[in-house]
């Protein structure tokens, strides 16, 4: 039944597939298991339906059966092991790719997650990511791997029908408006000329004018002395007279052809407006384009950041399936408690007799701080106050016997960290300073050392509870009053909470 649903599938895609790809040349490499389980036959189905649905959507896919061969001659140990990014960068740019997708299926619970990242190789960028989440059947990621596919058909239809759409428009105005430019410019000058030549034409019909009012004059004169007057003079003078009034009717007619052409001139001017006019709208429209392609890529990169926040949460939820801490830095705080009669210690004074005694027991608070190195390493401090009751077996009397000791230290730790799920183990040592005041010696300065074992008890993802056993000595020391010459390790427990992130 799953077969067939794929078959069916697969055969609608081809079926609705345009003939010509338009989009960049994508080598698509098989989808890579990380915890899926599904068998390797249904990775390569979801893959080739995956090309399918691409080449649909404007992206011309290179065939799969090439990229195995080329593998091959290169002496790669399968097809299959091309999953590094490297790898595939170099393939597709060998195969004369423009882009590489590397596609691949993780299991989170019962859910599997559909992940592409989209590689150009001339910019060597990571273009677009996708990112769908389906139950881990057959059935339920044919539908992942669609919306997968839309995702990224979506980034390439914003690019090409946006941008260049808006760019050939933009040259096609371009070219218009130079064009009517040309012609306006070679029309003003047409109309120029033809307005110099009706100027031209006016000035010689003034002058027509002229003269045929000279020669009327003269006819008048001859009609009146016409009886003295010489019969030949008289016919030259009608002959002049006729020959005025045809230049009269000339530049008449040169008169109006003068009108008729500036009211040419008028209406190419009204037409180099109008150019000038469209000319300026298709600026208006070149810059709402250009705005619409800074918004989509605007978008294309929201689109991407969260495609990647995507990715990161889900390589997250895959190192921490089950929602454990995997925290930097640990902030505690326990209270602690020491051993009574198991330390003693031994003091040589300087005025006095030397003396020995056992500590009674104590009490104390302590605040701790690590940082993670590596999971399986931390460093840090803590800083830790102590009070305890000390028996002095040398001091005379009963009444002084006994005193009170106050215990300071100030050590850096290093721990070794090895989490079983909610329980992690903490092996540990720590160096530093150390005050003891309240002794016979006075007040004692000196290198603490301690060992210890840590355990922690993990509440929630920021909050757990901590028992702490260790041994805690103070090898090199000096006081006031006399030096510490021996101490046994000083037995301890510590309960506490601490914060983690």
């Keep these: 039944m799953r077969l067939n649903l794929f078959a069916l599938a697969c055969l609608f895609v081809f079926a609705a597939a345009p003939a010509k790809a338009q989009g960049p040349i994508v080598a698509v490499f098989d989808m890579e298991d990380k915890g899926s389980g599904l068998a390797s036959e249904v990775l390569g ?13 404007g992206y011309q896919v290179m065939a799969r059966s090439e990229i195995r061969e080329r593998l091959k001659e290169q002496k790669k140990e399968t097809y299959k092991s091309c999953y590094d990014q490297s790898c595939q960068i170099e393939m597709g740019r060998e195969l004369a790719a423009e882009k590489t997708l590397a596609t691949w299926i993780l299991k989170v619970g019962e859910t599997c997650q559909v992940t592409a990242t989209l590689y150009d190789l001339k910019k060597g960028v990571t273009e677009l990511a996708a990112i769908a989440e389906a139950p881990c059947e057959e059935g339920k990621l044919l539908v992942a791997v669609k919306a997968l596919s839309d995702d990224l058909c979506r980034g390439l239809s914003v690019r090409s029908a946006s941008t260049e759409e808006a760019e050939i428009k933009a040259a096609v105005a371009r070219k218009e408006a130079e064009a009517a430019r040309k012609d306006a410019r070679q029309k003003a000058e047409e109309l120029e000329k033809m307005r110099r030549e009706a100027e031209a034409a006016k000035m010689r019909a003034e002058e027509a004018e002229a003269a045929r009012l000279v020669a009327t004059k003269k006819v008048e004169a001859l009609e009146k002395t016409r009886e003295v007057a010489d019969a030949e003079e008289l016919k030259k003078a009608r002959l002049e007279a006729k020959e005025a009034k045809e230049r009269a009717d000339k530049a008449e007619v040169a008169k109006l052809a003068a009108l008729k052409k500036a009211g040419d001139m008028e209406q190419a001017r009204i037409e180099t407006r109008l150019a000038n006019e469209r000319a300026e709208q298709a600026e208006r429209e070149k810059e709402q384009a250009e705005k619409d392609k800074e918004q989509a890529e605007v978008a294309m990169r929201e689109e991407k950041e969260k495609a990647e926040e995507a990715l990161l949460e889900a390589e997250k939820a895959r190192k921490n399936p089950e929602g454990l801490p995997t925290e930097r830095f640990n902030l505690g705080i326990g209270f602690t408690f020491l051993s009574p009669d198991v330390t003693e210690m031994e003091n040589d004074l300087h005025d006095h007799p030397d003396s020995s005694g056992m500590y009674e027991g104590g009490f104390g608070l302590a605040i701790k701080l690590d940082f993670m190195l590596t999971s399986y390493l931390s460093v840090g401090g803590y800083l830790a106050y102590t ?11 009963d009444e002084d016997e006994y005193s009170t000791m106050h215990i300071m230290n100030a050590l850096a730790t290093v721990k070794g960290r090895f989490n079983l799920g909610t329980v992690e183990f903490r092996p540990g040592l720590a160096a530093g300073y150390q005050h003891h005041d309240g002794g016979p010696s006075g007040k004692v300065d000196g290198l603490g050392l301690s060992a210890f074992v840590e355990t922690a008890f993990y509440l929630s993802r920021h909050f757990g509870l901590t028992l702490e056993l260790g041994m805690n000595i103070l090898p090199v020391s000096s006081g006031n009053e006399g030096d510490m010459t021996f101490l046994t390790p000083l037995l301890y427990i510590t309960l506490g909470a601490e914060y983690c992130d």
């Design 45 to 57: 189905k979801l893959g080739d339906y995956l090309g399918v649905l691409l080449t649909k959507g």
């Design 387 to 397: 009070m305890g009751e000390f028996c002095d077996f040398d001091l005379p009397g």
